[in-house]
C-alpha cells in the first residue's frame, strides 16, 4: 500500500498476530517523512515496539517524530519519558510526563506513569498527586490505589495510606505489594495486632505465591508486638522459599536471638547469611547494608555468649561498612566496654563516638548541631584522626561558642560548684527521682537498654533515687520489662503506664505534620511535647518528690560520673540545670514569641533572665535537665503555660517543651540560680559533651 493510512493499518494487523518485524516495516512507513500524510500514533506504537525489543535508542526517536508530528500526543510524551527514564536521563523524562498529564489531564495511563516514576525517584509529594489525578478518573483501578497508599505511605500520611490500601486489596486481594504496604501502614500507626492479623490471612490467602517482603512485614510486626517466637516461625518460612536471601536469613538470626538469647542455632544461620552475601548480585548499597547487620547480629550474640572481645571485632567490621551508623558505633562501644580494663574503656568509647561523629566534619556541620567538645571524643588516643578531628572543628567550636558566651557567662557551671564548701560534707540526700519516657520502637526501646545499662555502671547516684519509666504500653509485654530490668540491674526501675493528655490545638492539627527542612513530626511526638511541659509536673505518683532528673530514651553517659547532679541542685540552692543551648529553626517556633509576650503584658511579670529570650530561638537541650519542681508547680507556670497551650501552637506547630521549659526559666527563676552542667559524659545524637578530666 502507497498511503500512510493504509501502511498504518496494515502494521496492526501484523501486530495483532505478533508480526512484530513487519510491524515495524509499516508503522515506520505510515510515519515516515516520504509519507503524504505521516501518522502521529504510527511513530508512537513504533516507539512502543522498539521499547519492547530493548530498542530504546530508536524507540526515542519514534516518540519524538510522533511528538514533531503532534505536539499534543500525551501518551507519546508518557512513552518518550519512560525511555528516558529507562536511559537514566531523569530531568527530560520528569519534562515529558508533565507535559503528557498537562497535554491531556484525563489520561490516567499518563498520570500512573508519572506516578510510578516520582515514586521510583523518592519525589513522593509529585507521585502522591499524580495517583490521586488518576484515582479520581478511575475510581475502581486497583493498581492506582496501591501506587497512591504507598506514595501515601512514604509521606508519612498514614490515615489516607491505610484508605488507599484498603481500597486496592478489596479490589485485587492478589496484589501481595499492598497488602504487605497496609501492614507497614498500620503497625506505624499503632494498629500492631491488627497488621498481626491482616498480614497473617493475607499469607495464608496466598499461601501458593509466598511473598519475600510479605512474611518480612509480618515477622516485623510479630517482633514490635513481642511475639517473637512466631517472628522466628514466619521467618523459617521465608528462609524456606527464599533460600538464596541473606538479608531473610539475616533477620532471622536476630529474631532467633530476641526469642531466645542463648539460641546456639544464630552462628550457624549468620554463617549461611555471610555465605550468600558474598554470592550475591544485589545492588552493591543494599549488600553492604545486609552485610553490615550480619556483623551486627553475631557481635549480639557474642555478647550474650559473654564473648565480648569477638563482639567488639565483628562491631568494627560493621562499623567499617558503614561508619555512620550511630547504632553500630554504640554496639562497638559496649563491646569495647565490656572487654577492655577501665582505662581502654574510656579509650575505646571515645574511639566509637569519635568514629560516628567525624561525618559531622566530613559534610560540615549542620545548622543546630552542637559540635562542643566533639573532638574530645578521641582524647587519649594517639592516632592522627584525633588531631585532624580536633583541627576541623576548632573553627566551628569557638564559632558556637562565642554565639552562647553571653548565655552561658550568666550562669554558674558545675564543675566549679563541686568545690563549694556546700559539697564537701555528708548530709541526707534531697527527695528526688529520675523519669524517662518510653518508647516510639523497637530501635528507642534498643537505645534505651543500652542507655539505662552505661547509666547504673556509670552513674553511682542512680542508684539512690527512684526511676520512673513512662509509656502508653509499650512495655506491656512482659519480654520487653524483662530485658529492660535485666539491663538496669539494680536500679529502682518503677514502671508507670499512662495515656496522654492532649491540649487545644490537636484537633486540627496534622496526624504528620511536615517542616520545611525536610522533618516530620507525629502526633506522638507532640504528644510528648505537652507531655514534658505540663503533665509530667502533674503526675500524682511525683507529688512527694522536690527534684526531678529527666533523660531521654538515647542519653547516653558514657563515662563515669562521680558526683550527684540532684544533690548539687540542693546543696547550691539552684532550681534548673541544663547541659547546653541551642536553637530552634523558625518554623516550629512560630508564634511562640507571641505568646510568651502576651503572656508578660497581662501578668506584668519582669522577665528574670531577658538574655535568654533576646538570643533568636533558643531552647534547652532538655533531653538532659535537672530542677527543682517548686518552679513548675506554681500559679506563675501555671498561667504561661495556659497561655501557650491555649494558642495550639504545641501541635500546629510542634512548640517543644525545650522552648516552653528556656522561656519559664527565663520569665522566673533568676540566673544565680541557674546552673550549666559542663563536666558531664553525655552523648546524645549530635551532642557529645566529653570533659577533658
Given at each position: ?54 530498542e ?17 500526543h ?110 507497614q ?50 521467618l ?68 550474650v ?15 567499617q ?8 558505633a ?33 559534610k ?20 592522627a ?19 552562647e ?53 556509670n ?19 512482659a ?56 503533665q ?6 511525683l ?151
Open positions: 500500500p502507497d498511503s500512510a493510512s493504509a501502511a498504518y493499518n496494515l502494521a496492526g494487523t501484523y501486530m495483532r498476530v505478533h508480526d512484530f518485524p513487519k510491524a515495524i516495516k509499516y508503522f515506520r512507513k505510515a510515519a515516515s517523512r516520504n509519507a503524504k500524510e505521516p501518522i502521529a500514533a504510527a511513530a508512537y506504537h513504533l516507539g512502543n515496539l522498539y521499547m519492547r525489543i530493548s530504546t535508542n530508536r524507540a526515542i526517536r519514534a516518540y519524538q517524530r510522533a511528538i514533531e508530528l503532534d505536539a499534543r500525551a501518551s507519546s510524551h508518557s512513552g518518550l519519558a519512560s525511555a528516558l527514564a529507562s536511559r537514566g536521563d531523569h530531568d527530560q523524562a520528569a519534562k515529558h510526563y508533565r507535559l503528557a498529564v498537562d497535554t491531556d489531564p484525563k489520561n490516567a495511563d499518563a498520570l500512573f506513569n508519572a506516578g510510578g516514576f516520582f515514586g521510583n525517584l523518592g519525589h513522593f509529594q509529585d507521585a502522591a498527586e499524580m495517583f490521586r489525578r488518576a484515582v479520581e478518573l478511575q475510581p475502581h483501578d486497583p493498581e492506582i490505589h496501591q501506587g497512591l497508599g504507598m506514595a501515601l505511605k512514604n509521606l508519612d500520611i498514614l490515615d489516607e495510606a491505610e484508605q488507599a490500601l484498603r481500597a486496592a486489596v478489596a479490589r485485587r486481594p492478589g496484589l501481595l505489594e499492598a497488602q504487605a504496604s497496609l501492614g501502614v498500620l503497625e506505624r500507626q499503632g494498629k500492631v495486632d491488627e497488621a498481626i492479623d491482616q498480614l497473617e490471612r493475607a499469607v495464608d490467602r496466598h499461601s501458593g505465591h509466598r511473598s519475600e517482603k510479605l512474611l518480612m512485614t509480618l515477622a516485623a510486626a510479630q517482633q514490635r508486638n513481642a511475639s517473637y517466637d512466631d517472628a522466628v516461625n514466619t523459617e518460612l521465608a528462609a524456606a522459599f527464599f533460600s538464596s536471601s541473606a538479608e531473610i536469613l539475616n533477620n532471622l538470626a536476630a529474631a532467633r536471638l530476641l526469642a531466645n538469647s542463648s539460641d546456639p542455632v544464630v552462628f550457624s544461620v549468620l554463617e549461611r547469611a555471610r555465605s550468600l552475601a558474598k554470592r550475591s548480585n544485589d545492588d552493591a548499597k543494599q549488600l553492604t547494608h545486609v552485610r553490615t547487620l550480619i556483623h551486627v547480629n553475631r557481635a549480639r550474640a557474642y555478647l555468649h559473654g564473648e565480648p572481645t569477638k563482639a567488639g571485632k565483628e562491631a568494627l567490621k560493621a562499623l561498612l558503614e561508619p555512620t551508623n550511630r547504632d553500630v554504640l554496639l562497638y562501644a559496649q563491646a569495647l566496654a565490656r572487654s577492655e580494663t577501665s582505662e581502654r574503656q574510656h579509650d575505646a568509647l571515645r574511639r566509637a563516638l569519635g568514629l560516628l561523629h567525624s561525618v559531622v566534619v566530613q560540615s556541620l549542620p545548622t543546630g548541631v552542637s559540635p562542643d567538645k566533639v573532638a574530645l571524643a578521641l582524647r587519649r588516643s594517639s592516632s584522626g584525633a588531631i585532624a578531628l580536633e583541627d576541623a572543628l576548632k573553627h566551628s567550636q569557638e564559632d558556637h561558642t562565642r554565639a558566651a553571653n548565655l552561658y557567662e550568666a550562669h554558674d557551671r558545675s564543675s566549679v560548684l563541686r568545690s563549694d564548701a556546700r559539697m564537701t560534707h555528708a548530709g541526707e540526700r534531697p527527695s528526688g527521682v529520675i523519669v524517662f519516657l518510653c518508647c516510639a520502637d523497637e530501635s528507642e526501646f534498643r537505645d534505651f537498654v543500652a542507655s539505662i545499662s552505661m547509666f547504673q555502671h552513674v553511682k547516684a542512680a542508684h539512690a533515687y527512684p526511676i520512673h519509666v513512662y509509656h502508653d504500653g509499650f512495655l506491656a509485654p519480654e520487653r520489662e524483662s530485658a529492660l530490668r535485666a539491663a538496669a540491674g539494680p536500679l529502682q526501675l518503677r514502671l508507670e503506664s499512662f495515656a496522654f493528655e492532649q491540649g487545644p490545638g490537636a484537633e486540627k492539627a496534622p496526624l504528620r505534620l511536615h517542616t520545611r527542612d525536610g522533618h516530620s513530626w507525629s502526633m506522638g511526638y507532640r504528644n510528648m511535647c505537652r507531655f514534658f511541659s505540663r509530667i509536673f502533674d503526675r500524682a505518683e507529688k512527694s518528690y522536690d527534684y526531678v532528673w529527666r533523660l531521654d530514651t538515647d542519653s547516653f553517659l558514657f563515662d563515669t560520673l562521680s558526683y550527684d547532679p540532684i544533690d548539687l541542685l540542693h546543696r547550691t540552692g539552684k532550681d534548673y540545670g541544663y547541659m547546653t543551648i541551642l536553637a530552634e529553626p523558625d518554623e516550629v517556633v512560630a508564634g511562640l514569641a507571641e505568646a510568651y509576650a502576651a503572656y508578660l503584658t497581662s501578668s506584668g511579670v519582669k522577665e528574670a533572665q531577658p538574655a535568654l529570650t533576646k538570643a533568636k530561638n533558643r531552647i534547652f537541650y532538655t533531653n538532659f535537665e535537672v530542677t527543682r519542681l517548686g518552679i513548675w508547680r506554681n500559679d506563675k507556670y501555671a498561667a504561661l503555660f495556659r497561655a501557650i497551650d491555649n494558642a495550639g501552637g504545641i501541635y500546629t506547630s510542634r512548640w517543644g517543651d525545650a522552648a516552653i521549659h528556656l522561656l519559664n526559666v527565663a520569665a522566673h527563676v533568676p540566673a544565680e540560680r541557674t546552673v550549666r552542667f559542663d563536666d558531664v559524659p553525655y552523648w546524645h545524637q549530635y551532642f557529645v559533651n566529653a570533659p577533658a578530666e
